[in-house]
């Protein structure tokens, strides 16, 4: 049975904070527990140059939250957790997804959107300061995600477009070359998707309003108590909604530790005692991660090893994949092409599944000989899985190709005999 495959990565453009450990690091390391999971973590530093151009925070934020993560518990032997510029595999194939995706599609971008309105309203061209990176970014978090075939990938709230436009990537590199990419799920962990920060905005380097995973004790003590907070005195019942200091408590809290505390708000508990209790709670769950954490900060080789041997794991699977779709798009050894023109052999035997969704919002699939024609093609699909199901269906059991008459039909000049012989030879294909 396979593994459902999970995909997390991190950019290293600072020292990693409590938003991070709670909303990534934390449900990555537990994810990485569960034996039907396969885990891919990894360092962005690739995406960390966008924004940052100041080589030695880049390194050392690189530095930081590998050793966070494995201060955190999380275990390289049953993970592969390796550094995004170690696998030379994606950015070749950020150029292949940026060949089949539209202009159109990355205009519509968050960050790149951002960046023109507040130009617009600063009087500005609207691409000022817009680097090629920015804008394309996107392209790169789609290779992330596909250069292993992620099942699931934990994001933020404010991060599914990037999956959505993952799967459209996907969905387009399967229309023209044939089936090679699985189409990426967004996983939301609702109740820490976001922390606030120390001023009440979501929790941000860009905001400087962190508070670091690892901050020595008295120094996570005196952030805390600076936490903004209302003006209301002890005794006056105090609101849980919109309170940074509340949420926080709770993305560390268990169901009682937080009913407790939403007891404490409506009986009037005075702020710095409530400062003290997500103190006490926060400290207590990583005063035993932050003594690992210094030890691997001090002995940074043993983090690089950590990484180089990720590494090696991941290209692993990313090596052999990018073969496959150099071969698909036609960058194969002119010995192939040679070969090719003479022989004889039948339309159906190189035939090949393409997924796609149309403008009526429908997912659809077709089989196609080695020629572009069409040799089944099915009808519509409300959700991409469906059709995936039923083309894992026509490889494995060809038998079934006319029990499955109402969801597909034969292509024009074909038979049902040429399709039979196109799915068996998947089928035989697959058993070698």
Known sequence: MQKTRFLTGIT????????NYAGMIRPAVQASL??????FYFLADYHALIKCQEPERVNRSTLEISASW???????????????SDVPEIPELTWFLTCVTGKGLLNRAHAYKAAQDKNAEAGRDTDDGVSAGLFMYPVLMGADILAFNAHKVPVGRDQIQHIEMARDMASSFNHLYGEFFTLPEAVIEEAVATLPGLDGRKMSKSYNNTIPVFTP?????KLIGGLVTDSRAPGEPKEVEGSALFQIYQAFASLDETAQLRQAYADGIAWGDAKAM?????????????ARYEELMAHPEQVEQALRQ????????????LRELRHAVGLRPLQVAAAAAPAAKAKV???????????DGQFYFKLVDHDGGVLLQSNGFAAPRDAGLMIAQLREQPGQLAALAHAVQVGDGYTADDVQQALQALADAAQK
Do not use: C, W
């Not at 290293?12 to 938003?19: C, F, I, K, V």
């Not at 569960?34 to 885990?39: A, D």
């Not at 004790?217 to 003590?221: A, H, I, K, P, T």
């Not at 207590?284 to 932050?290: D, G, H, S, T």
């Open 70 to 84: 494995l201060a955190a518990g999380l275990d390289p032997a049953r993970v592969t957790f390796y550094r995004q």
């Open 310 to 321: 990720g590494a090696e794991k991941a290209r692993a699977h990313a090596t052999p994949l």
């Open 12 to 19: 290293p453009s600072g020292t990693p904070h409590l938003g």
């Open 34 to 39: 569960n034996p039907g999971v396969e885990s």
């Open 349 to 359: 035997g190189n035939a090949a599944f393409k997924q796609y969704r149309e403008a």
């Open 217 to 221: 004790r008295e120094q996570l003590r």
């Open 278 to 290: 997500l103190f006490e709670r926060i400290d207590r769950e990583i005063a035993p991660l932050r």
